[in-house]
């Protein structure tokens, strides 16, 4: 059973950062896509970040670029984000995907609140 598990949220102050971990089980990280979406209340999920299978390549929505930082290690099986800067805009519950098998696969996700 794949699974993804997100982890490192919190309430911080605006200016302040972030570690969020997504820890991957059941395939092997380096083969895949992982992507970090969030979704603030009333609004839709949207994407931050992706990291493409063997660090290929990145992807950051503009809202994050240069403050986000996405990275991976695969001897953890894990899958970083680097949240610097933050802004109450931010304040989101943050959800690691994947696709594997053909389906899409989804954490539980973690609540990052910024606020003073």
């Known amino acids: 059973q794949v699974q993804l598990v997100e982890s490192g949220g919190g309430l911080v102050r605006p200016g302040g950062s972030l570690r969020l971990s997504c820890v991957v089980s059941?395939?092997?990280?380096?083969?895949?896509?992982i992507g970090w979406f969030r979704q603030a209340p009333g609004k839709e999920r949207e994407g931050v970040s992706c990291i493409s299978a063997a660090d290929v390549g990145t992807y950051y929505v503009d809202s994050v670029k240069g403050r986000f930082s996405i990275s991976r290690d695969n001897t953890k099986n894990t899958v970083y984000l680097q949240l610097n800067n933050l802004k109450p805009d931010d304040t989101a519950v943050y959800y690691c995907f994947t696709v594997w098998g053909g389906l899409g696969h989804w954490g539980q996700g973690t609540q990052v609140t910024v606020s003073s």
């Open positions: 059941e395939f092997t990280l380096d083969e895949h896509s």
